[in-house]
């Protein structure tokens, strides 16, 4: 039977069953307190609370239980020990309406609370950035390497939609004190880290400036703008990466007259140590006649994070990346065993080496 509409948050809670509306009012309560800008509202026939940092719906299920929606993976890994008595299953927490509510726990993840915890570390790391800040490059090509002949994915129909991201464009080109390029820095709590990734790998290919990056940006949102805003709070798949490559693919194109060139060579290969995937990988990137390579790889826990390899050498793998992943790591730091992945001590970082793409700029 559908749900029938309502018109209010009071209204939906009345409807419900008496055991279930202390429980509603209490947590819509608790996301109150720590969301007192939020909106309130009925959106998809359930309480709402929307804000800029996303939206935050509360339901009550029938079955003994209410739930939160959103709970993103970086919610859910940030609360990993207060989740453990509840049932977190597709973005949703499920809450008993047997046990007490879990007052803190709900002001602690909803979407106002992480903005306030997160200003003041965000106000810091400007400051950071800013005092290091060098003079800008100008818009220059960059010497890139030579032809290779990847198979990419076919290209995909591109909705022209301009996407103004809930995050903002966190550009923060500088240069370091040794020369080199400074990624593009992700938003705090955001999920665009595939979007930041492709960015940020086009930056060492062509050697882009805060304006070029800003233009590549918002091509890629433009190319997936049918995933979005679900891509702002939940990111995305090896699927809307390869939407990503094709957009940067056909950006690179126009622009610097030259494609980007893109695979997926280990999508359907079988690789049985980290050693060995790095000693592949330190093969795929070495230079060839002054060219540039760079690879994007996929995270599992306790990351679930798209980052950029700079490259490899001894054993240790050097990064690119605009979230707070280590420059470098020892190979040593990841693992593919899924049951050895975690935050635990004696648990490692899941390398996820079937989502490993390889990208090269052809010689102009």
Not at 323 to 339: E, I, L
């Amino acid at each position: 039977m559908a749900k029938p509409d309502f018109g209010s948050v009071d209204a939906y809670i009345a409807a419900q069953p008496e055991t279930a509306q202390e429980a509603l009012q209490c947590v819509r309560r608790a996301i109150r307190k720590a969301a007192p800008g939020a909106e309130e509202g009925i959106s998809y026939k359930m309480p709402a609370y929307t804000l800029p940092d996303g939206p935050f719906s509360i339901s009550q299920g029938g079955d003994g239980h209410y739930s939160l929606y959103p709970a993103t993976d970086r919610v859910v890994a940030a609360f990993q020990d207060d989740l453990a008595a509840y049932t977190v299953d597709k973005a949703t927490i499920r809450f008993p309406l047997s046990q007490p509510v879990p007052i803190k726990l709900i002001e602690n993840a909803s979407p106002g609370y992480v903005r306030k915890k997160s200003a003041s570390a965000r106000k810091r790391r400007r400051a950071r950035q800013k005092s290091k800040r060098g003079r800008v490059q100008r818009d220059r090509p960059a010497s890139v390497g030579p032809e290779r002949n990847f198979a990419g994915a076919a290209p995909l129909d591109r909705r022209a939609l301009v996407i103004a991201s809930a995050t903002g464009f966190a550009s923060r080109r500088a240069a370091r004190g040794d020369g080199r390029l400074k990624p593009e820095t992700q938003g705090h709590i955001d999920g665009l880290c595939a979007v930041y990734a492709v960015l940020n790998a086009c930056k060492l290919l062509f050697d882009h400036s805060e304006k070029m990056d800003a233009q590549l940006f918002k091509a890629l949102c433009i190319g997936i703008s049918d995933l979005f805003p679900k891509i702002v709070y939940d990111g995305t798949e090896v699927v809307g990466v390869r939407r990503l490559l094709d957009a940067a693919s056909e950006w690179t194109a126009r622009i610097h007259k030259c494609e980007l060139i893109w695979s997926q060579p280990l999508f359907r290969e079988k690789i049985a140590t980290v050693d060995e995937y790095f000693a592949w990988l330190r093969s795929e990137l070495r230079p060839v006649d002054g060219g540039r390579r760079t690879a994007i790889i996929g995270l599992g826990k306790p990351w679930e994070h798209w980052t950029v390899v700079r490259g490899v050498r001894g054993g240790r793998a050097t990064y690119f990346d605009g979230w707070g992943f280590p420059d470098s790591t020892a190979f040593s730091y990841f693992t593919f065993d899924k049951n050895r992945a975690g935050e635990g001590k004696n648990q490692k970082t899941l390398l996820m080496y079937h989502q490993t793409f390889v990208l090269a700029a052809p010689r102009r």
